[in-house]
């Protein structure tokens, strides 16, 4: 069964357009007998036109014998993407005589129609139903794998309601874990964000959408939870990375209790994706790291941050065979400045005895030229601090002095 | 003796131009964005678009047609011209 979505008012308006075209063709007349031929072409072309005038007054006649039939179709049905019309309070439904056409339809504009399908979409009646999901999945994939129709998804989605479809699909992943049932719906949810995140993350590095608008809703706008969970597949450039992972990590330590993942476990918090999502990349964990102030830094040392994840970001921030050592600069001065002033944090978080191999490569750069070379590192500019008491301190634990030593 | 182009071959060149313009500024071309996915969405919807699409091509056709015979009267009338009166 073929179906035909359509909306009243503007169906009229097409019906009237018809009208005005059977006037126009009425009233031309031929100019000269070298004109005859061309006037029955146009003629001719009017006429088959005109011809569907009636066939678009049965639509939305409802005639006891017509071929549309009025028809309540489910929103939520992925396979009917291309009828539907969220959002548009004059859409009707009718049975459609026509079996579905050869007519391709242009990948931009499918596109679309998912986008305002997804904006308008009541997620449990997808999420609770694998297959409705596996389909949604596949338009989505489909629509992010083409460049045009990925724009076009994105644009027609915008920045503010893809926060907002972002956020119920974290709500449904924070969720894991609750039943069996939760648990299954986060898993379909994460597909389809993941879908979405990586989708957007392809646009936003080809440019083809406005990165400023985009940047100010996740580091803004959306909950820091969702905003992890969209950083940790968007596979954005690095600087992007990081600065969008410190603007969450921020608005999170603002209202840590009080987002979407508070009831999730610690490690499926919105800083453990985010320091999974930085310690996977070493230049946006050195961006996210000189970013952070003291509140920032204050979280990250803070009992409640897991601290085998921060280990990861500091020492993957310090990776020597990634960039050189002025590149290591400015994060690391400041997370030891940091910690000079909040030594017990460190002790208490037990990130203490990583320090040595975080810090360790660096030494003659924070020290200063002590090794002998004849070209001499050049000193990091420390802000203030004494070298030796940015240092010494971390070399009080053994495996500190040790990891240092290496 | 001045001649001049044949007036009235000028005349009915302008006369098919003129027709080619009202045909290029036709109701007909109006129907595409008419008929978008923001009207109706389906198979029937899918056929009527194919349809006015025909029908475009069958007007630009006519159009060219008609430039073209305007183009051949223009000829024909500087080719053969009259004497000035």
Redesign the interface.
């Known amino acids: 069964m073929s179906y035909l979505g359509y909306d009243r008012g503007r169906l009229l308006a097409l019906r009237r357009r018809l009208g005005d075209l059977a006037d126009e063709a009425a009233r031309l007349r031929v100019p000269d007998p070298l004109a005859a031929e061309a006037v029955r072409q146009y003629r001719d072309a009017a006429a088959a036109l005109t011809g569907w005038l009636g066939e678009l007054a049965a639509i939305d006649a409802c005639g006891f014998s017509s071929p549309f039939q009025p028809v309540a179709l489910d929103p939520a049905d992925p396979a009917l993407v291309d009828l539907l019309h969220p959002g548009d309070a004059a859409w009707a439904t009718v049975t459609d005589p026509r079996a579905v056409t050869a007519v391709t339809l242009d990948p931009a504009v499918h596109a679309r129609h998912v986008a305002e399908y997804v904006a308008a979409l009541d997620l449990s009646r997808v999420l609770g139903d694998a297959g409705r999901a596996s389909d949604l999945a596949r338009l989505l994939r489909a629509a992010t794998d083409d460049p045009a129709a990925r724009s076009a998804l994105l644009v027609a989605l915008g920045p503010d309601r893809f926060g907002v479809v972002i956020e119920d699909l974290a709500v449904r992943i924070a969720a894991r874990g609750a039943s069996g049932e939760a648990t299954a719906h986060a898993d379909r949810a994460a597909g389809l964000l993941q879908l979405l995140a990586a989708g957007m993350g392809a646009a936003r590095r080809a440019g083809t959408i406005d990165a400023t608008a985009w940047d100010a809703q996740l580091a803004e706008r959306t909950d820091p939870y969702g905003t992890a969970l969209v950083l940790q597949a968007a596979g954005l450039a690095a600087a992007d990375l990081g600065a969008l992972a410190a603007a969450a990590w921020r608005r999170w330590g603002q209202r840590a209790g009080d987002g979407l993942d508070e009831r999730a476990a610690t490690d499926q918090q919105a800083p453990a994706i985010l320091l999974a999502a930085l310690a996977a990349n070493p230049l946006a964990a050195r961006r996210a790291l000189e970013a952070f102030d003291d509140e920032d830094l204050g979280v990250l040392f803070g009992g409640s941050i897991d601290p085998t994840g921060v280990l990861a970001v500091l020492l993957a921030s310090a990776d020597p065979r990634i960039g050189g050592a002025d590149d290591i600069e400015r994060s690391m001065a400041n997370v030891l400045g940091f910690l000079v002033g909040h030594e017990e944090q460190a002790g208490a978080s037990g990130v203490l005895d990583g320090l040595g191999a975080y810090a360790g490569p660096y030494l003659e750069h924070l020290l200063g030229a002590c090794d002998g070379a004849s070209y001499p590192a050049r000193r990091w500019n420390l802000h203030g601090h004494e070298p030796t008491e940015l240092v010494g301190w971390i070399a009080r634990t053994e495996v500190a002095a040790a990891s240092l030593e290496s | 003796m001045t001649t001049t182009p044949d007036p009235d071959a000028l005349e ?1 060149a302008r ?2 131009r ?3 313009a ?2 290029d500024a ?3 071309h ?2 595409v964005a ?2 978008g ?16 699409r ?3 091509r ?2 630009d ?3 060219a ?2 430039r073209a ?1 305007a183009r051949g ?1 223009e000829r024909a009338a500087a080719a053969h011209p009259i004497a000035a009166r």
Not at chain 2, 37 to 52: H, I, K, L, S, Y
């Open positions: 009915r006369a098919l003129s027709l080619a009202r045909i036709s109701v007909l109006d129907l008419a008929a996915d923001d009207t109706w969405r389906g198979p029937t919807a899918d056929a009527f678009v194919a349809e006015v025909w029908a475009e069958r007007c056709d006519a159009s047609a008609l015979a009267l």
